[in-house]
């Protein structure tokens, strides 16, 4: 009975962001940073988050991993550090890259993180890169993937560098509410005897996923 | 003073103002809240933003209705002039733009060169045989630009109709009824009456993932090599900085105006150089998918006082997409991208299969 419950949540949450879900909105998202002053970008930039499903996977791999709230902030804090770098850093000085590339090493990220949840490590006899520092160093990749898509976006050059910290509160913003739920369902579910099968199942839904979309991005970058 | 201040102006400013209404894709979603850019300079940059004030007429033209764009949805963001509305009820849409005549002051050199570098070659060649290449110009000019767009799948005549400007393209057939490898049939009508035997050129901005139908560029590029090359030509000119009269007063100095154009001298497209039958129709190979847009400068001698020529300019723009229906077989998901509803449907199936497989076999070991 406590199993269903707990399938209910999980599909009742998962259910939630497709009525949101739009990555094809960027005609939109345009008009809405045109006519709108900062607080569209904030707005954006959350939409960003929420809407952006590798990021998603990724925050989501990095909280199955972790024990506890202290480790949660600890992590995430790192991991949001990363981005920022990078998001703030490389929209400022207009470095960019091809989108697909980008995508594609954060489709990794996410593989990373599901191969490591599961001990892949382990089971192949290989020790761990420090965890902390991977997901800093994914932090920064996660972060440049933010920047090539608020650069495609038409910024103008007034209020530039405040347009771009008001795109990266959005992102924390969104990384928050994003973080609540996961947290809340993990956390709930950790108290359940099927929680192993549902760690199992998620991080090698994470490492599928990951495949899936690495192949995916280089599909669209060489086709 | 005005005529030094004209003169300042001409040595320090660029030319080549065409003006087109853009947008970043022409497929809209109904009820979407969308932006057009009024462009005001080349296709691929704009130099300066235009004053409401200039503006004599600004409409979207949808479902049989014509609506006024109002003041409020316009905005500036540095040299670009965006229009933000709502893309409405499904149709195909027309979105135009009409400005008010101004008049410009030129000396021989600086007209001249504009006629060679903005294509305008009737009045070039009327000039050097009635031998006036050496004449100053007034030039009263003003433009009229025009866009059409696709609204969800409802496919409405709107795109066939006149907005009524001194000098405007209307195609013949519904421009999303057209594929990349078509031919699509445009008219020019000046003041409501078809323009004959007018230069218009039809060049094309490559989708991010779109793709050239070799069948019909062979044909394409085999008579049109010398535009080509012209193009490329006119293109490397520009950036020395040798053009030396402006169709807006745009405030940007020359050297800015020389970084901007090295960024934009390779556009990889080939236009076509067409002229209008005595219907006033060309006829524009779709050779590419991408952003197609057509352009025409219609000058003439002016016997009014005051002034030696009149022009009026007029664009229009719209996108081309493959068909999926001929032997073009590849798919494209990339350009759309995961739907977010399937992405998300299937994770949560899934996960679900995984869940009941591990669990299953938790059961079993635990049995065991």
Known sequence: MKQHKLITILIILGLLPTSILAHEVSQSDQAILNQGGLFSYIYVGAKHMLTGYDHLLFIAGVVFFLKGFKDIVKFITVFTIGHCITLTGASYLGITANEHLVDAVIALS???????????????????????????????????????????????????????????????????????????????????????????AANTYLVIMGVLLFIYQLYGYFI | MNKFFLALVCVFLFSNHDMYLKMETYFLEANQMSSIQLFNGT??????????????????????????????????KDSITFLSFNSGESAT??????????????????????????????????????????????????????????????????????????????????????????????????????LVNQLVYADFKSSKHGHTHNETNVDKHTDKTHNHTKNQKEEHSKTQGKVTHTHDGSTHTHEVEKKKDTSEKHSHTSAQEL??????????????????????????????????????????????????NNNTSHTHTHEEGISSTVFWLSSIVLILILFIWFNRKSDKSEAA
């Open chain 2, 43 to 76: 296709f691929e940059k704009s130099e300066n933003t235009i004053d409401r004030s200039r503006m004599l007429d600004a409409s979207l033209l949808g479902n049989n209705n014509r609506y006024k764009i109002k003041e409020g949805q316009w905005s500036e």
């Open chain 2, 275 to 324: 002229r209008t039958d005595k219907n006033g129709v060309v006829s524009v190979n779709l050779t590419n998918d991408g952003i197609w847009y057509l352009r025409t400068i219609h000058l003439e001698n002016s016997t009014k006082k005051g002034l030696t020529h009149e022009s009026n300019w007029a664009t229009l723009t719209f996108e081309v997409k493959h068909s999926h």
């Open chain 2, 93 to 194: 849409w027309v979105v135009g733009v009409s400005t008010k005549p101004r008049n410009i002051e030129m000396n021989a050199k600086s007209f001249n060169d504009y006629l060679e570098h903005d294509g305008v070659k009737d009045i070039l060649a009327q000039r050097k045989k009635n031998n006036t290449l050496n004449n100053d110009a007034v030039e009263k000019y003003s433009k009229h630009v025009k866009a059409i767009f696709q609204v969800g799948e409802n496919k409405t005549d709107d795109w066939s109709k006149s907005l009524g400007y001194p000098i405007e393209f209307i195609p013949l057939e519904n421009p999303y009824l057209k594929y990349t490898g078509d031919t699509i049939q445009i008219k020019l009508l000046r003041n409501g009456k078809p």
């Open chain 1, 110 to 200: 996410v593989l990373y993180k599901g191969f490591e949840n599961l001990d892949g490590f382990k089971k192949i006899k290989i020790k761990a890169p420090n965890l902390l520092l991977m997901v800093f160093a994914f932090g920064l990749i996660h972060g440049f993937g933010l920047a090539t898509r608020l650069q495609s976006f038409d910024i103008g050059s007034e209020q530039f560098l405040a347009k771009i910290l008001s795109f990266n509160l959005g992102v924390e913003v969104g990384q928050i509410i994003a973080l609540i739920p996961i947290v809340f369902v993990i956390t709930q579910w950790q108290k359940a005897k099927s929680y192993e099968a549902f760690y199992k």
